[in-house]
């Protein structure tokens, strides 16, 4: 394949003279395109090559051989003593940033006998919170310096109400069920880091990335980096934009902890922060499930469920390919990957802060300031969490005739709207009404469910007016959707047999509003930009899934005989984290599935030492992927925000898909971009005109530049990577 450019084109023409025929448009760039085909040759903006050169050129990437990558064996670098002193900074950040804060309010709300444990679980999820809008706040106003009065003030008041502080301290472990308990939740802690913990970590080769942390992990880094500088943050990967249309609130609270603590933003992102919210995920549901039901094995089911539980997608892998996996079949990611989306991870905490004190609290003033600051500040952590506690606010208040849960809505409404405007623009449509497109997408794709019978049947319906055969194939469709997705939770959907008890209770009743909007929102709409990225509206379903199923489960198992009950057990506890194990061992390799060389971070790291400055490198080429095996370097696995990552500098444009999601004209970018490397006549009025100030070049692209024509010198240059910067 051949390609001259990208995007849309314009002012298209077709002119002949003679036996010359000349194509001539403007690209997306906003450049002219002349193309003349020749006798025997082809001309592209003046420049003449032979048919047959254009013909080897197009297919080189398939004709050359692959290289092997030898990855150096070894482990990771790490001390004890450094690992220790990070242990400590952490927890003082904890403790002085967050829990102190978070305890003096919730100490006011919840009541005096609300045990130790559950009012330092949720007053450190209040502390997230408080902090990420502290220093949002002062970052706008340029004094994020004032942070450090805020934590001498809690240390202060630490130091006042130790005494209290430890006089209320208990962690008794009375019995079998509470060595169960603890045991359940460290193993589901340990599961959920498998993922994320070897992440940006220094091996013999370089660094390591496995999984979605190839991209999304290295994108939170670029962002974080940015909002250490300022806030509004610039969009890492498309300079001289801010970042507009994003949740950032999360990222946020790591640069905080960074800016206070000095820890690197890589442990706080793929260890620190998945550690802490895998324990307080387990705590959290814990004291939820307590409110909910009575009983110690529903309360052990659900949290397996909620630590565990995988959809029914090795089915079909099972079926299609004869072995197990197929974590995402249906669409949605399963707990394993709990901590691969950080923003949901920590927008889940809130969630469950928030459902633990709407019941059990007498509505003050203070009690109305703690839920605004929680259910309003979501749709800056992640939008659809925000988005879910708004419209049950709602619902609940209409259904219920609240005014109290109105008021509620109301001012975290408006200070949602706050935030919301601050970051998002109103011009652009974020989300589309599209009815079953991830159920016609799981069906249709091969790389899903794939089922082709299923899907000839719905389009035959349809075009043939046979409304039974297209509603029939619609129904089958969405209940595999829903129960795949659900896998073992599906014992959830037992609970609707007593629908009318879950409407006279206040507490189910709003989670139930809360789990079908969950369910039903990415059934009937997409987001703009990435139309996939709406299936996260359903993993806050899952959890609620989780937590009920275990509870019906458990019900289940105490009300048979038990030379059936005992069967049924074992198998619920081997099939239900099936494919969440399958994924769990594709990150347990010392092969990574993308990496940065020592020679590349050497490259970074010089870069990373230079005066702040715009970066230009070029675009992703996806044929390179042809040319060599996994590992692959993380330039090739996929366009990804890596330079902006570890130079901590703005790239002029890097991550087309996150540029994507994020509504931005990239295309125009892309071109331009192709344009500057294979035509040098337009190179230094780029240059200043885009206030590029070095050019990051891979040697992988087997490219040079003229350094007297585009008024650049190189000042860095290894076997990998040539870097230049702007005269």
């Known amino acids: 394949i051949w390609v001259i450019d990208e995007g849309m084109i314009s002012d298209f023409q077709i002119r002949k003279s003679g036996q010359t025929y000349a194509l001539s448009y403007q690209n997306e760039a906003g ?17 003449i090559s032979s048919i047959d050169s254009l013909i080897l050129d197009a297919t080189k990437h398939q004709l050359e051989g692959k290289e092997q990558i030898n990855l150096k064996e070894g482990s990771f670098n790490w001390s004890l003593q450094s690992v220790f002193l990070k242990i400590i900074k952490f927890s003082g950040f904890l403790i002085l940033g967050c829990l102190i804060p978070g305890l003096l309010l919730i100490s ?16 450190l999820i209040l502390g997230f919170v408080l902090i990420t809008l502290l220093f949002y706040i002062l970052s706008l106003l340029k004094l994020k310096q004032v942070i450090f009065i805020y934590l001498l003030i809690n240390l202060i008041i630490l130091i006042k109400i130790r005494k209290q502080l430890l006089s209320n301290f208990s962690l008794k472990i009375k019995d079998k069920f509470n060595f169960l308990l603890i045991g359940l939740i460290i193993m589901g802690t340990i599961f959920q880091q498998l993922p994320t913990f070897k992440n940006g970590l220094n091996f013999p080769y370089g660094l390591g990335f496995w999984g979605p942390n190839t991209h999304d992990g290295v994108w939170h880094i670029s962002l974080i980096n940015q909002l250490i500088k300022s806030v509004p943050p610039q969009n890492p990967v498309f300079s001289g934009e801010t970042l507009k249309n994003y949740h950032y609130f999360y990222d946020l609270l790591v640069a905080v902890t960074n800016y206070i603590s000095g820890i690197s933003i890589s442990d706080l992102l793929f260890r620190f922060y998945p550690i802490m919210f ?13 409110s909910l039901v009575n009983g110690k094995l529903a309360i052990l089911f659900s949290i397996y469920l909620v630590y565990f539980a995988g959809s029914f997608g090795w089915i079909v892998e099972y079926i299609k390919l004869r072995h197990l996996g197929g974590e995402s079949a249906f669409w949605a990611n399963q707990s394993i990957s709990f901590n691969l989306n950080p923003p949901f991870a920590v927008s889940l905490l809130i969630v469950i802060a928030i459902l633990q004190l709407l019941p059990i609290v007498k509505f003050s003033r203070l009690t109305m300031v703690v839920l605004t600051v929680l259910a309003g500040s979501l749709i800056s952590f992640k939008a659809y969490a925000g988005i879910l506690i708004l419209l049950t606010l709602l619902l609940f208040a209409v259904f219920k005739k609240s005014y109290l849960y109105l008021i509620v809505f109301l001012t975290s409404s408006l200070f949602s709207s706050i935030l919301f405007l601050s970051n998002f623009s109103l011009g652009k449509q974020l989300i589309i009404f599209s009815p079953f497109w991830f159920i016609h997408s799981m069906i249709d794709s091969p790389d899903r469910v794939g089922w082709v019978r299923l899907s000839l049947a719905r389009v035959a319906g349809l075009e043939g007016g046979n409304w039974f055969k297209y509603l029939s194939a619609e129904a089958i469709g969405l209940i595999i959707f829903i129960a795949g997705n659900l896998g073992t939770r599906i014992f959830a959907l037992f609970s609707l047999i007593k629908i009318r008890s879950i409407f006279k209770n206040s507490q189910h009743f709003f989670l139930i509003l809360f789990s079908s909007l969950s369910l039903f929102i ?18 806050y379903f899952l959890y609620i899934s989780a937590v009920v199923g275990g509870a019906v489960f458990a019900k289940i198992i105490l009300g048979i005989p038990k030379i059936i009950a005992l069967p049924l057990f074992i198998v619920f506890v081997l099939i239900t984290p099936i494919n969440s194990w399958a994924s769990a061992n594709g990150y347990l390799s010392y092969q990574p599935h993308a990496l940065i060389s020592n020679s590349e971070m050497e490259a970074l ?17 996806k044929n390179l992927k042809t040319k060599i095996p996994e590992s692959w370097p993380l330039l090739v696995y996929d366009s990804t925000a890596y330079i902006s990552a570890l130079s901590e500098k703005s790239v002029y444009l890097e991550d087309e898909g996150q540029n994507q999601i994020l509504l931005t004209d990239y295309k125009k970018r892309v071109v331009a971009s192709k344009d500057f490397f294979s035509n040098p006549s337009f190179g230094s009025q780029f240059l200043e005109d885009n206030r590029i100030k070095y050019i990051y070049l891979p040697k992988i692209y087997k490219m040079s530049l003229n350094e007297d024509l585009l008024k650049i010198k190189s000042i860095f240059e290894n076997e990998e990577v040539i870097i230049y910067q702007t005269l």
């Not at 709300?109 to 949720?122: A, C, D, G, H, R």
């Not at 895998?278 to 939820?288: E, R």
């Open 31 to 47: 450049w002219e395109r002349v193309i003349e085909f020749l006798p025997r040759d082809i001309s592209v903006d003046g420049k």
């Open 108 to 123: 006011k709300i919840l009541p005096k006998e609300s045990p130790f444990l559950q009012k330092n679980t949720v007053a």
């Open 278 to 290: 895998s324990l307080i995920l387990g705590i959290g549901t814990y004291y939820l499930i307590k």
């Open 522 to 539: 990415p059934i009937l709409f997409i987001q703009a930009g990435n139309p996939w990225n709406t299936i996260q509206f359903l993993y």
């Open 605 to 621: 790291e010089f870069l990373k030492s230079q005066n702040d400055g715009v970066i230009l490198t070029y675009p992703y080429d």
